[in-house]
């Protein structure tokens, strides 16, 4: 048994895949797609254009970006019986148990999953992206007990997704600060859900399970579902006033700060500090900057008390209360990132199809060594 091989825990610092598509600089604060800056995209592209560039490698001209949009316009369609589906079993679980399940429903009904060639995986990559906002829409208003709203043909992604997740046309300002946020969640290196949506891709399966293994992975509060429970945080804190007091007593009892730090990020996470500038205007604007008020207050005390150590805010810690503001509930947080997050998974899958090679890592055993003696089941 070899006595040499070194654990890395969670695969901390492993490579295990070259990628062109996205950079995260943790020590200088950078995000970066395709060698776009962060901030770039947010300040002059739209979803739409970020995820084309995610999978084409380059942003699109006019007519490509034309054809592009019209494509995941025919695309948005979800068969009648996927939405049969979420009206009889959405809403006693969690929305991204109904994600997840609802977008096996849509991958069962495609045939081209049947050993796919990488022509057809792209193509269901854009089925997905177009029809997982419809997805998330329908299972939001399932859980409201309202009527599913069918995308509109006159609004483009991210305005159809407020659409039909709310009933009712958003305003520009509303429709900005949701393309941020999709782009803001698109890609981010090799985490949890990618590296998971990778290892699925690697078996030759196709784009419907890689995506759903993504999903599921997202879930976990340690990953997508920690935007939950950062926004539940900040409403324990209350107001600016209990900020101080509340941070430095959690930090006595060794509790995790939801929201704060960060695997890769020893700065202040590049998304956070661009999310919180869109936080501070639609909080106010919907009545609710006191969530915004007391989330400032809790970040100056996290950062004079722990910034030194590199611990900041982190996208989740802003990004709970403006999708409260844009009229979403907290259990609809994580399936709004995976909606964004689906480009990204879809390009790294695509990406590392092109130059496959199946996931096999090992594992250090530590168990006894044997050989141990059978004793039958009447001597136990």
């Not at 089925?127 to 609004?155: F, H, Q, Y």
């Not at 430095?248 to 919180?276: N, S, T």
Request: proline share 4%.
């Amino acid at each position: 048994m070899p006595e040499d091989q070194e654990v890395h825990r969670g695969l901390e610092g492993v490579i295990v895949a070259e990628t062109k598509i996205g950079f995260v600089d943790g020590q200088n604060g950078r995000l970066v797609y395709r060698g776009y800056d962060i901030e770039t995209l947010v300040n002059n592209s739209t979803y739409e254009e970020t995820s084309y560039l995610l999978i084409n490698g380059n942003l699109p001209d006019r007519a490509k970006l034309s054809g592009y949009l019209a494509e995941l316009k025919t695309r948005r369609k979800v068969p009648g019986k996927v939405l049969d589906f979420i009206d009889d079993y959405a809403g006693t679980s969690h929305p991204m148990s109904d994600l997840r399940s609802a977008l096996s429903v849509l991958g069962s009904m495609d045939k081209d999953t049947v050993m796919p060639n990488l022509e057809k995986q792209k193509s269901m990559g854009i089925d997905v992206i177009a029809r997982t906002p419809v997805l998330v829409a329908a299972i939001k208003r399932k859980w409201e007990g309202k009527k599913i709203v069918e995308p509109s043909e006159d609004l483009g992604f991210s305005a159809n997704f407020l659409y039909m997740s709310n009933g009712s046309k958003p305003t520009k300002e509303q429709e900005k600060v949701m393309d941020t946020c999709l782009i803001l969640h698109a890609d981010h290196g090799s985490n949890a859900s990618t590296f998971s949506s990778l290892v699925t891709i690697s078996t030759l399966s196709d784009i419907y399970s890689a995506v759903t293994s993504g999903i599921a992975t997202l879930k976990g509060p340690l990953h997508g579902g920690a935007n939950e429970l950062a926004l539940e945080t900040i409403k324990k804190v209350g107001s600016p006033d209990n900020a101080e007091k509340v941070i430095g007593d959690m930090l006595a009892r060794k509790e995790k700060v939801m929201g704060f730090g960060h695997r890769v990020y020893k700065v202040y996470d590049p998304r956070a500090r661009i999310l919180k500038e869109f936080a501070r205007s639609i909080t106010k604007k919907s009545g609710k900057d006191n969530l915004f008020a007391t989330a400032e207050a809790m970040e100056k005390a996290m950062i004079n008390k722990v910034g030194g150590k590199g611990v900041f805010p982190n996208v989740d810690f802003y990004s709970g209360m403006v999708y409260e503001s844009l009229g979403f509930q907290d259990n609809i947080f994580t399936p709004i990132f995976a909606v964004s997050r689906a480009s990204g998974w879809i390009a790294r899958s695509l990406e590392y199809l092109a130059d496959n090679r199946l996931f096999r890592p090992k594992a250090k055993y530590t168990g006894e060594t044997g050989p141990r003696e059978y004793i039958p089941l009447d001597k136990r």
